[in-house]
């Protein structure tokens, strides 16, 4: 059998405007699993590469319904991990500023797309610049080198070691 014909067994005959649910496993997260020589490709994904077009590279495919084990192509939409992330229902996607009270704009977002996180520049910026101001109190140089003197002092070594701790 082919990734297509596997697939479509396990898809549901449902009213086209209803969820869809996977009927095959699924993962501890919710959403439909599909092993297949050896190799496991998410239901929604697939419903989305054979039945709507192939996903761009760096999307995630995002379910309007927010139902995961739903493989209905009308309740699915490849989006980019940002906006994904912004329509989602976890506690950072509610979030419209930062703990210290910067507005989450985007010209002071920062978005780590590894990690699917989002962070505060104007925070980024006084973290950046409380580092300087604490390696210079340490006498280090511009370059991050501690002059000998300093490494004999106990005290000086304990700061130095410190100073990305925040």
Known sequence: MSLL???AARCPEAPVESCWPWMGVCHSDGYGLLNYEGKQFYAHRLSHLFLVGPIP?????DHWCRNPPCINPLHI??????LNLLRGVGRSA?????????PF????TWWNLKKGVRACR????IRQQQLVERR?????TKYGTVPKIAWQDRSARR???????C
């Open 57 to 61: 590279r760096c999307y995630h495919i």
């Open 105 to 108: 704009t985007p010209e002071n």
């Open 122 to 125: 104007a925070c980024n910026r």
């Open 5 to 7: 014909e596997e697939f």
């Open 77 to 82: 939409e490849a989006v980019h991990q940002q």
């Open 159 to 165: 700061a130095y070691l410190d100073v990305g701790a």
């Open 94 to 102: 509610l979030h419209f500023a930062c703990v210290h009270g910067h």
């Open 136 to 140: 210079h109190s340490l006498g280090l």
